[in-house]
């Protein structure tokens, strides 16, 4: 999932000289921009504690201060600081959708749901917001509703990469191989060099039982020959059309990159027989 980039604040404070230019430091390092996470913590705390922000600066910081700590998987203390962010101001889109983050991070859907709502609520054209709920769905078993969803994140951010290659991922699992297609194809247009647009176009083409899936296949692995996931989802699709010494001679080079599936140990052991 796409997390949302800090905020970069511009600090405007009654507050003497020297004590803004160090309020602006702290602010501008709690951006994230040029900051690892644990400074980023450090820069927004010291923002917090000087007192001086004012309630949506707050609120902005609270939310990177809450990203610093998603990117460390402390996900109880970004809790509280996405709950800060909300307080200082409820009606802050940032600030709910990166609740919503972390209350998904903590497998407290329904919570998260209501934060995506509320988001859509405050603005109808958050695609983020929309973009947001749908990988839920589609993350958690209901690809039928992150279509809509994703769909609606499409038509506000036309040229929003992620959004399609997800709506994608929904169309194949629901089935809609023409579809999927359609999707993956476009982001291929766009970028000629996209392997798991390639992988999962592919995917696509074999369920509609064209040939051009072989092609994706072979261009995805051309693309990432050290992707362990390519290796074996050709070796299914040779599998599947009876050429089994290819396809065990990619199910060889995904066991040998590393990926890991119950199917492809049992696999493994015929072959070594």
Same mark, same amino acid.
């Given at each position: 999932?796409?997390?949302?980039?800090?905020?970069?604040?511009?600090?405007?404070?009654?507050?003497?000289?020297?004590?803004?230019?160090?309020?602006?430091?702290?602010?501008?390092?709690?951006?994230?921009?040029?900051?690892?996470?644990?400074?980023?913590?450090?820069?927004?705390?010291?923002?917090?504690?000087?007192?001086?922000?004012?309630?949506?600066?707050?609120?902005?910081?609270?939310?990177?201060?809450?990203?610093?700590?998603?990117?460390?998987?402390?996900?109880?203390?970004?809790?509280?600081?996405?709950?800060?962010?909300?307080?200082?101001?409820?009606?802050?889109?940032?600030?709910?959708?990166?609740?919503?983050?972390?209350?998904?991070?903590?497998?407290?859907?329904?919570?998260?749901?209501?934060?995506?709502?509320?988001?859509?609520?405050?603005?109808?054209?958050?695609?983020?917001?929309?973009?947001?709920?749908?990988?839920?769905?589609?993350?958690?078993?209901?690809?039928?509703? %992150?279509?809509? !969803?994703?769909? *609606? $994140? &499409?038509? /506000? =951010?036309?040229?929003?990469?992620? @959004?399609? +290659?997800? #709506?994608?991922?929904?169309?194949?699992?629901?089935?809609?191989?023409?579809?999927?297609?359609?999707?993956?194809?476009?982001?291929?247009?766009?970028?000629?060099?996209?392997?798991?647009?390639?992988?999962?176009?592919?995917?696509?083409?074999?369920?509609?039982?064209?040939?051009? %899936?072989?092609? !994706?296949?072979? *261009? $995805? &692995?051309? /693309? =990432?020959?050290?992707?362990?996931? @390519?290796? +074996?989802? #050709?070796?299914?699709?040779?599998?599947?059309?009876?050429?089994?010494?290819?396809?065990?001679?990619?199910?060889?080079?995904?066991?040998?990159?590393?990926?890991?599936?119950?199917?492809?140990?049992?696999?493994?052991?015929?072959?070594?027989?």
């Amino acid at each position: 999932m796409i997390r949302p980039a800090g905020v970069l604040l511009a600090v405007a404070l009654l507050v003497p000289g020297a004590a803004r230019a160090d309020l602006q430091t702290y602010v501008e390092m709690c951006s994230g921009a040029t900051s690892t996470p644990h400074q980023v913590i450090n820069f927004c705390q010291r923002a917090i504690d000087t007192g001086q922000l004012r309630p949506t600066a707050r609120a902005q910081v609270s939310v990177n201060l809450s990203i610093g700590y998603l990117d460390l998987g402390e996900y109880n203390s970004a809790l509280k600081a996405a709950n800060q962010a909300v307080k200082a101001k409820p009606d802050l889109v940032v600030g709910l959708l990166n609740r919503a983050r972390v209350y998904e991070k903590l497998k407290r859907l329904d919570e998260a749901a209501t934060d995506y709502q509320a988001a859509i609520r405050i603005d109808r054209n958050s695609a983020e917001a929309y973009f947001g709920r749908g990988v839920m769905l589609l993350t958690h078993g209901d690809p039928y509703r %992150a279509v809509k !969803d994703l769909t *609606q $994140a &499409i038509t /506000l =951010a036309p040229d929003w990469g992620p @959004a399609r +290659f997800n #709506r994608g991922l929904a169309y194949l699992q629901i089935g809609q191989h023409t579809r999927a297609d359609g999707d993956f194809s476009e982001l291929i247009r766009r970028n000629g060099r996209d392997a798991e647009a390639f992988l999962y176009r592919g995917q696509a083409r074999a369920a509609l039982n064209q040939t051009a %899936a072989a092609d !994706d296949f072979d *261009q $995805a &692995i051309a /693309l =990432a020959e050290e992707w362990p996931l @390519a290796w +074996f989802v #050709r070796g299914r699709y040779r599998d599947r059309k009876g050429d089994r010494e290819d396809a065990n001679a990619d199910f060889l080079r995904a066991w040998e990159l590393g990926h890991s599936d119950p199917w492809l140990l049992e696999r493994m052991r015929e072959i070594s027989r």
